[in-house]
């Protein structure tokens, strides 16, 4: 066999034998909810492959040129390389604006993909002790991928992306003391600059992805080192993971949801229209597009800045401009709450332990809440971002939908939280498992904040089953009620698959642990079907007759074996 | 390719499983076909995307139906090690063989890496060019002054008889068209009308302003000749060109800088000065 042969190789050179065998057995939890991670994961790399095919085309300068290509309007006239070569690379590249498309879809996916992760991680406090550390890696990964973001769809110097270069700038300006220094500083003068897009350039691509790449390899190993988390279950426990293994069934799973990844992005790539630069035009400082409306991600901070009251003040007869406190203020509070929440929780809970069993989100009501209250207060700041879209359609004054808005983001926000909380509370309280099989007395109850303890009763009858294969390694098996679970590598003594059966399941009773001598113990079934049946019994007989030395493995007893 | 196995039940699998996968190959052969016959976006995107969904489709009834899901446990074992074992490390590190004990020349070499580490900030001085003018006074100072005539963004320049009631007309000074803080308008109003004279005075009614948005920068394009008031796009600040520009609704909190004009011998309009005040988003050392 040829991967008996480069495994041999690998091994004498490498030594990966050990390491691979751990691989492939790690087991994966099964929950859906695990896969926004990846999801975001496998949009990262959608990036790399298309940006950097993008790379070749365009050209980050903003010196003069002539467009000279198949875009009619546009033939012939003077506009910058940047805006000429996105032109260029939309309709005389050929698979360009595919291309282009796919990335920049690739990139809403992406972000969306880490905050719903990011969500999930949050409502089931999985952040919390042992993985503090990864949830702040996480949330820088967010905080640059909002960069990135911008810094890309900042590059091609149309006339909407310069009009959100302005208010950036405009934002850093607005920083005490340092902002015209740094907003100078980065911009290479008072914008617009020449310098402005080989610097976002070279961040977006070299700077910034590098750091990620550092980052996920960062977060991945702790992954690694710290194996999953996992929502409570039949046979989970706080030492151990219950799932699948990588090999061979979760690795199938993980390449198609790639796969369905790079479907979804290719589709809106090819069929959805996104940033038609054309049709904006060029940059110029006397101009600006209507309406003006930022990438989802961002469009918060927009959001912020059309909200907040015109107010302006003055420190030591110094200037703090209006953008100030809405969009400086606003991101960086929201971003120091996220890196301190997990040390925020514990101070308040004063639960110092370490969890490997997730949380259902209503068994912690007072996150429940602070989570509702954010996500209602940037929701609402998402739908200011596009009010004068608003008030076109609905042909309300904007003055007043903005009185409005102004309104519901201080109100809104505390009515969800108040009803997320006493949702938690209800749902905690009775039995219901979902939102619809909620009664009178369980919302009572979460009223009343009378909570009735219901831990899952002790498992009463399990055991562990140890038994020796007919290759001589050694399996285990534990046995529930209505469960049971495989461990999920063989091993090699007897003694080792004994002190992994202890560790994952301290203080369960380990029967048939030591088999007559030279006699190979059947393996346990699991939902055996005729087939395996037959199989396993002809192993058994086949064994049992030919010794006990099989060096040999075969097919069908290894199928047996499982 | 295919695992046929001899369970009942799987044949179906097995079958949806290969129909996947050459949906696949139809997919990639139709990208292939799709390129070579001038690339239509729309046809490029949706074969590719078939390609790829045929294999997701395909692993994942693969993953389901076909492999093994769930029913395996790896134990976790606990990552902290014994108390004595952290001690021996400690005792590695700062132990009495180790250079951590001088403790005055860990302080030097501290302070060498740290004056390193500020010397290296100089260079990032250099992101500015030195032969800039310092931040201040660039966004104090605009290319605008006595006698610069006024062009259009095109660089024709204009007459005051261009300057017709109901529109207005976006102006630059001549020779820095690009200028992002130069950018002004010049409008005509009912002098009648006007609560407020303009600061920066007024020809007959006509008054010019910075096009920039005190709140955030933007060019303030839109133009409402009923009520006399320019709207920004970006964040909907507007400002009562009646009252000297004030700002009367959304975000911006300063007026719009007014710009003194006159009329040159040849009829066309220049500045008689600078910007009332620096235009533009504001800034700490903003007077």
């Known amino acids: 066999m040829i991967t008996r042969r480069i495994y041999r190789a690998l091994d004498a050179r490498l030594g990966t034998t050990s390491i691979g065998r751990t691989a492939l057995a790690k087991v994966f939890p099964d929950h859906w909810t695990f896969m926004f991670g990846e999801i975001a994961l496998y949009a990262f790399m959608a990036l790399l492959l298309t940006g950097t095919y993008l790379t070749l085309f365009f050209e980050p300068s903003t010196s003069e040129t002539v467009y000279d290509g198949a875009y009619q309007p546009l033939d012939g006239s003077k506009v910058s390389s940047a805006f000429a070569s996105t032109v260029a690379l939309s309709f005389d590249v050929r698979a360009g604006l595919l291309i282009r498309q796919a990335h920049h879809w690739a990139a809403l996916l992406f972000v969306a993909a880490i905050v719903v992760h990011m969500l999930r991680v949050f409502f089931t406090g999985a952040f919390r002790r042992p993985r503090e550390l990864n949830w702040v890696v996480g949330v820088t990964m967010l905080a640059l991928a909002l960069l990135n973001g911008f810094t890309g769809y900042s590059m091609p110097d149309d006339l909407l992306s310069g009009t959100g270069l302005r208010i950036i700038y405009s934002t850093v300006l607005s920083i005490p003391v340092v902002g015209s220094w740094i907003a100078t500083l980065a911009f290479g003068g008072e914008f617009p600059t020449p310098e402005t897009t080989p610097r976002l350039y070279i961040s977006h691509v070299l700077i910034v992805p590098g750091i990620f790449l550092a980052l996920i390899s960062v977060h991945l190993l702790m992954i690694i080192r710290q194996k999953h988390s996992q929502f409570p279950g039949p046979g989970r426990r706080e030492h151990n993971v219950v799932g699948s293994r990588l090999w061979p069934a979760y690795a199938v799973r993980s390449v198609s949801l790639l796969t369905g990844v790079f479907a979804v992005v290719f589709a809106l790539g090819g069929l959805v229209q996104i940033n038609p630069v054309w049709i904006y035009g060029p940059f110029h400082p006397a101009k600006a597009t209507s309406p003006a409306q930022p990438d989802w991600y961002v469009a918060w901070g927009d959001g912020a800045l059309r909200l907040f009251p015109p107010i302006e003040f003055h420190v030591f007869g110094h200037l703090v401009p209006a953008p100030f406190l809405p969009a400086v203020g606003v991101g960086t509070v929201t971003f120091l709450l996220l890196y301190a929440w997990p040390w925020l929780e514990r101070w308040r809970t004063g639960d110092k332990a370490s969890h490997q069993i997730l949380q259902r989100p209503r068994e912690s009501p007072g996150r429940v809440a602070v989570g509702a209250y954010a996500l209602t207060f940037f929701a609402v700041l998402l739908v200011t971002a596009a009010d004068d879209i608003i008030a076109r359609l609905t042909r309300i004054p904007v003055t007043g939908l903005l009185r409005t808005l102004q309104i519901l983001v201080l109100v809104l926000p505390f009515v969800v939280a108040a009803v997320a909380f006493f949702t938690a509370r209800a749902l905690r309280a009775g039995t219901a498992t979902s939102l619809g099989e909620l009664t009178r007395e369980d919302l009572h109850a979460g009223l009343s904040g009378r909570s009735i303890d219901r831990r899952p009763d002790d498992e009463p009858e399990e055991r562990i089953r140890l038994w020796r294969n007919p290759d001589d390694t050694w399996r285990w098996r534990w046995y529930g009620p209505g469960e049971e679970l495989s461990s999920n590598e063989a091993f090699l003594d007897r003694q080792e698959a004994l002190d992994a059966a202890k560790t994952a399941f301290p203080g369960v009773r380990v029967e048939q642990d030591e088999p007559p001598e030279g006699v190979v113990l059947p393996p346990p079934q699991h939902k055996p079907g005729p087939a395996t049946k037959a199989a396993a019994a002809l192993v058994w007989v086949a064994m049992a007759v030919l010794g006990r030395r099989a060096d040999r493995r075969t097919p069908s007893r290894s199928e047996a074996s499982e | ?287």
């Open chain 2, 1 to 287: 390719m295919s695992g046929t196995g001899p369970m009942s039940g799987q044949t179906g699998a097995v079958r949806r499983i290969r129909f996947a996968f050459a949906v696949t190959v139809l997919g990639a052969v139709g990208f292939a076909v799709s390129y070579g016959l001038g690339g239509n976006t729309q046809l490029l995107g949706l074969s590719l995307a078939v390609a790829f969904a045929g294999l997701a489709y395909g692993l994942a009834v693969w993953g389901r139906r076909l492999l093994p899901t769930g029913g395996f446990v790896e134990q976790k074992p606990e990552l902290a090690a014994s108390p004595q074992q952290r001690d021996l490390l400690a005792a590695a590190t700062d132990g009495p063989e180790s250079p951590l004990q001088r403790r005055g020349l860990v302080g030097m070499l501290l302070l060498g890496v740290g004056a390193i580490g500020v010397a290296l900030l100089f260079p990032l001085r250099s992101l500015l060019s030195f032969r800039k003018p310092d931040p201040v006074t660039m966004l104090r100072h605009t290319a605008w002054e006595a006698g610069v005539r006024m062009v259009t963004p095109e660089g024709e320049p204009v007459r005051l008889t261009d300057i017709q009631a109901g529109t207005i007309q976006i102006v630059v000074p001549e020779g820095h068209t690009r200028d992002g803080d130069a950018p002004a308008f010049v409008v005509r109003l009912n002098p009648a009308l006007l609560d407020r004279r303009p600061a920066a005075g007024d020809l007959g009614g006509v008054v010019a302003y910075s096009l920039l948005c005190t709140h955030a920068g933007c060019p303030v394009g839109l133009y409402e000749q009923t009520t006399g008031r320019m709207l920004c796009p970006c964040h909907q600040s507007a400002f009562d060109l009646y009252r000297d520009a004030d700002p009367i609704a959304g975000p911006a909190a300063r007026p719009l800088p007014g710009l003194p004009i006159d009329v040159d011998e040849a009829g066309f309009l220049r500045a008689r000065g600078p910007f009332t005040a620096p235009p533009g988003a504001g800034f700490w050392s903003r007077p």
